[in-house]
């Protein structure tokens, strides 16, 4: 199991920390940002395929903003399979 820290861009969350098992995403946590739609998140992705994770909250957008905290969560997965 590989832990990873993301630093956030254009959001309120200020960092994703997870873990990667195999190609299974774990223990989503964010710092900062809108506490109860983020555990929310965390919760609904813990467990699931991180190709899947990136492609389904891949392109979200948080109102004006042209990204979105599950959207950064994608691109934290991206970089850390890199």
Do not use: H, W
Not at 58 to 78: M, R, W
Request: charged share 25%.
């Amino acid at each position: 199991m590989s832990e990873y820290t993301y630093k956030t861009r254009g959001v309120c969350a200020r960092q994703i920390d997870f873990e990667i098992d195999g190609d299974v995403l774990r223990n989503v946590r964010f710092t900062g940002g809108c506490d109860g739609n983020l555990r929310a998140i965390s919760k609904l992705v813990d467990g699931m395929p991180v190709d899947d994770v990136a492609s389904l909250l891949e392109g979200n957008t948080c109102g004006p903003k042209s990204t979105s905290c599950a959207d950064q969560l994608a691109q934290a997965i991206k970089q850390a399979k890199a």
